[in-house]
């Protein structure tokens, strides 16, 4: 199963940065989501059982994950969800996997201070396609009719 997901939670632990025998870098995460409502019987906050997701991230995004997020930090995670079903001896489980392909904080919980990692290869960008119906200037007596 290769689904994409999303999922908004709380890391439970710090960010475990790996590195595989090939050399590629790996960070593990455990995020537990837990669905919200307003019971308006006892008129508070009601909070379900926590949903539990493992996350791997990969290279680039497993560093900077390992190197801005720490436990209780309120992330988002977005990726290809895998559902594997696991016996050992009497025992079976499912284990619930993400395989992430962006992940951050929540910014609706706090602010950060964002560090632009400089590419380490040239990267050409075609030219845009010349768009005939937006003018490349826009004539100044138009700018004053513009109300802001």
């Known amino acids: 199963m290769s689904d994409s ?10 960010p475990n940065l790996k590195s595989t025998a090939s050399g590629i ?6 995020v537990a989501s837990a669905q ?4 308006k019987a006892s008129e508070k906050w009601v909070e379900g059982e926590p949903n539990w997701f493992t996350v791997a991230a990969y290279r680039s995004l497993a560093l900077h994950a390992a190197g801005s997020l720490h436990k209780g930090d309120r992330v988002i995670v977005h990726g290809k969800l895998r559902v594997r079903h696991w016996k050992d001896g ?3 489980g499912t284990n619930v996997e993400i395989d ?5 904080p929540d ?8 560090t632009r990692e400089a ?15 937006f003018p490349e200037s826009v004539p100044e007596e138009k700018l004053e009719e513009t109300p802001f």
Not at 100 to 104: E, F, V
């Open 119 to 133: 590419r380490t290869e040239q990267v050409d960008v075609p030219d845009a396609p010349a768009d005939e119906s």
């Open 5 to 14: 997901i999303t999922v908004i939670g709380n890391l439970a632990e710090d």
């Open 36 to 39: 919200r409502w307003f019971d």
């Open 90 to 92: 009497d025992r079976r």
């Open 107 to 114: 910014l609706r919980w706090g602010t950060t201070a964002f």
């Open 25 to 30: 870098d790996v960070v593990s995460l455990r």
């Open 100 to 104: 992430a392909d962006a992940l951050g």
